[in-house]
């Protein structure tokens, strides 16, 4: 199977005053660097979903596909703009990250296509545990079969915007990621985030 990483980092990061919140450094390097690096090994190809200007990460190699649906349409827009590219690439499938979450696992696509497979489905997404409401979901980090993007470019043409508004009527698998430590989904929204990403990286730089 043909799979492509698509990094999404087409938000507006109003919690952190605009700006590139992937560009901000983190013990060195920049988050989207320490992406990058965790999702390389991953995949066949990389790909950047972000918005304006690419030349701003020129730096980075990677080609910058832009949403294509017009306003701000949330990751959706960000998930059709990667399996446009990947289509063309000759990619069967997308596995997307956020371009703010530097400690993802480096088994998410292995657990997200063994969840697919075992259901039969054409979508996986990843869940942590969750104290209160049992498992949390990670909608920007999934599994997504590209033959599905003119049905999602529908979809946000007709105002669909929740991931799981359209994810769920597909079928979509689940797959839990089980962690002790530090959350491995743990993303940088706001400057307080950033200093607590900084005490997290001697535990997932091991």
């Known amino acids: 199977m043909k799979v492509a990483g698509v990094i999404l980092a087409g ?32 995949v066949e190809r ?6 304006g200007n690419p030349e701003r990460f020129v730096e980075y190699g990677l080609p910058v596909v832009a949403d294509t649906i017009e ?27 956020a371009a703010d979450t530097p400690f993802f696992p480096d ?7 063994m969840a697919r497979e075992s259901e039969d489905a054409p979508l996986a997404m990843a869940m942590t545990p969750d ?11 999934g599994l997504w079969s590209v033959g599905l993007r003119d049905d999602l ?3 946000l043409e007709g105002g669909v915007r929740k991931v799981v508004q359209w994810t769920e009527p597909h079928g979509c698998a689940k797959m ?12 940088v ?8 990403a900084q005490s997290m990286l001697k535990e997932f730089d091991a």
Not at 74 to 88: I, K
Request: charged fraction near 15%; aromatic fraction near 8%; glycine fraction near 14%.
């Open 11 to 42: 938000g507006q990061s109003s919690r952190m005053g605009g700006g590139d919140k992937s560009l901000l450094d983190l013990g060195g390097q920049t988050i989207l660097t320490r992406v990058i690096a965790r999702l390389a090994p991953q």
């Open 46 to 51: 990389m790909a950047l979903n972000a918005n």
């Open 71 to 97: 306003g701000f349409a949330g990751p959706l827009a960000g998930v059709l703009a990667g399996m446009d590219w990947a289509h063309a690439q000759g990619s069967e499938y997308i596995v997307t990250v």
């Open 107 to 113: 088994h998410l696509l292995v657990g997200l296509q």
């Open 131 to 141: 104290p209160v409401r049992k498992f949390a979901r990670h909608p920007t980090f």
């Open 153 to 155: 470019r529908g979809a």
């Open 176 to 187: 839990v990621f089980n962690y002790d430590g530090g959350d491995p989904f743990f993303n």
């Open 189 to 196: 929204n706001t400057p307080e985030d950033v200093l607590a």
